[in-house]
Each structure stands twice: as structure tokens, then as C-alpha cells.
């Protein structure tokens, strides 16, 4: 294969089909029916492996890979389908931390190539399509398919799963899920299936009677994650963060290493915990399983982007949260660490709730302020305004390299500087 027919297969995928990360509205589809059609051309690969669907507003993708890891470490050969990708469009669909070849890229688009001109099918879609055919082909032991934004009308909702989660239920992407906790939830709760275990990450007062109606409309069995699993961070260490785990009260996994930084992964430690639990009948996993794969998960599954620590001296620190709730996380954890003074390199996509995550930020900071090489991306002069209005101040950068450059200029030693505000932002430096 030459490097070219890669690129050119590359070229398609991104100009000619929708891609919401990088447009926005104009590339979100609201029903199922491309996703169904580009399936049954294909001999509808969804059905042909086990599937664990994983559903919610933030943490998704941590649970994703938290459960990759424990399943990998137990010998199976397991899918992971995820997105959006940061560097390379191949790290949306992986096999034991493998990503899926170029070859078979171009392949696949070769095969969907005239159905795409008919039907004219978004970018997500397409991705999605491709894991499936990949994992089908493959004849992986699992795969791990998380959803886009939503979950009823999410184009990975037509597998029948073992397993559904959602993580969480927080304020994102109200314009196409709903304005409200119970609307957003009633959206996620779409993919709960009839008959299918569920787990619910974390309850909340406002979501857990619209989970516990579905589940019970659907017969299928619910266990929420927070009230049987406690995970308590007791240490911090350069790559892994140690929790005492407690079920119902007992002391369950002491000391359990966990390849990630931030106490905030308690909460997706416990949902992934409680979801392994609920595949012992299909699959067999010991505790030495659990503690290998979550001490090994970057390297098993290949994660990044997430508390990633990319610079020293100073400490550069990027993640890649994007609402209110997930930078609110960060920001608390930020607090935890030694530093002299906090610089921050901050963009933003312009259909998020831009004033109530400027009223997050710290006002003691100084601010790098950058907009992400995507149309989707909001003007930095915009930005700048905003978070000026919100007591923020620092100056416009015509890239986010640069305003990381400026940032390392500025910065002594023993300051932290902290990339994020988007995903797009973090792609643009890790």
C-alpha cells in the first residue's frame, strides 16, 4: 500500500464527510437509519462480537480504557472503539492497544465508498461502521464501544450489548439532548436494552428515577456503581494513583495501583469496577487481573490525553475536559499540586456554555488564550473578550503552539502550566 492511497483515504473521510468535532450542528445525524444501512451492506459486523456500550456526560472514555485494561489483562482480545481521536484517526478503533491498520482503512473505505456518495453518511458514522467491520473480522473476544454525544440516536446504538453503562449525567451538548438533567438522562438511558444489566456510575436525584423507569420498562437489571463501590485515593505517585477499595463497606482491593493521576477517577474506578463485576458470568476475572491491568493501562491500551504530564520544569499538564463539570474536576485537582504560580493555555469550541466555564477559572491565573485549528473552534479575539468579562487576563495567540511557547517563556521552574479547554487544544500539543 502506498503512503498516498492512506492519505487520499484520509482526504475523503475528513472533507467530503460531516465531522461534528470539527463543524459542529451541520454534521449531527438524528436517527439511526445511515448507520443501519452502511451495516447490512456490510453483513452487519455489530452483531458478530460480545459488546460493552458505554454511555455518559464525562468520565466515558476513562471507564472505556479502565475496563480495556482489566479485560486485556485477562487474556481477551479486546476492541476498543472511542473518539474523538487526538493525533492519528486510528486511535478511534484499537485491539489490545493496537490501532487498526492503514491497510485496512483504505480497505473499508474502498468497500463503503459508493454506498457513502448515495446516502451521504457523517464522518462519525462512517467510524464508526469501521470498528464494527474491524472487530468483526478480527473475532475479538469483546469489544468496548463507546457512544458519541448522546445514546438513543447515537450512531453506536444498534449493537445488543452484554453490558450498557453511563458514567455520568452533567449540562453538554443541551441543544440536541435537552435542557435539562432528566431530559439529558432520558437521552443517555436510550441505551439501556431489554433484558441487559446496566450500570449507572453515579446517582444523582434529579436522573436516577428517569434510570431506574427505563430499566424497569426494559426488565433489565441496574446496579448503580456509587452506591456499592468506594474508592478512596491514599497516594499519589509520578503515574499511578493508589486507592483502598471498599464494596458495600468491606475493604475489597486494598492498595490498588491505578495508572492514572487524579483522585477524580475514583468515581470511574468505581464504575468500571462494578461493571467487571456484572461480566463474571461471561468473562473469568481473578483480582490479579483487576490490579495488572490497572497498573499496566497506558500501556496496554494507550491512553493519553486525560492528566497527561507532557513538560518538567516547569510541569506541563494537559486534559482534555470540556464542560462545565469535567474542568470543574480538574480545577479541583489542580489544587492538590505544588506549584509557585499557575499559567494557563485555554481554548474553546464555540457551542459550549462559554460563560459558566470562564466563571470556573481561577482569577490568580495567567492566561495563554489560543483557538484549536478546527472551523468549529472559538475566535481566540472572542475568547479573550469573554474571560476578560469574567475577570481573566492574558493575551491572544494565533495558535495554541505558540501560546504554549509564550507560556514556557513566561513560566520559572517551579510553575505549572495547564493546557486544556478542549480536546482539539490538547491534540494540538501531546
Known sequence: MKKSDYQGTLDFLFSQLPMFQRIGAAAYRKDLTNIKAICAALGHPERRFPVIHVAGTNGKGSVCFLLSAILQAAGLKTGLCVSPHYRDFRERTRINGQYVSR??????????????????PSFFEISTAMAFDYFARQKVDVAIIETGMGGRLDSTNIVAPLLSVITNIGFDHTEYLGGTLPLIAGEKAGIIKPGVPVVIGESAPETEPVFRAKATECHAPIAFADKVYHAVPVSTLETHTVFDVYRSGELLYPQLPVNLRGGFQAKNLQTALQAAELLQPYFSMEESHIREGLHK?????????????????????????????????????LKSLPFKRLHIVFGM????????????????????FCKADIPRGLAVEDLRRQAAEAGLHGKAYSSVKNALRAAKRVADKEDLIFVGGSIFVVAEVI
Open 103 to 120: 491497510a485496512f482503512v483504505v480497505d473499508f473505505t474502498a468497500r463503503i465508498r459508493q454506498l457513502a456518495q448515495d446516502i451521504q
Open 349 to 368: 469550541v464555540k457551542d459550549k456554555d462559554i460563560a459558566a466555564i470562564l466563571r470556573l477559572l481561577p482569577k490568580t491565573a495567567t492566561y495563554y
Open 297 to 333: 493501562l497506558r500501556a496496554l491500551t494507550r491512553f493519553m490525553g486525560r492528566w497527561d504530564f507532557i513538560g518538567r520544569n516547569p510541569a506541563i499538564l494537559c486534559d482534555s475536559a470540556h464542560n462545565a463539570a469535567g474542568i470543574a474536576t480538574v480545577l479541583s485537582e
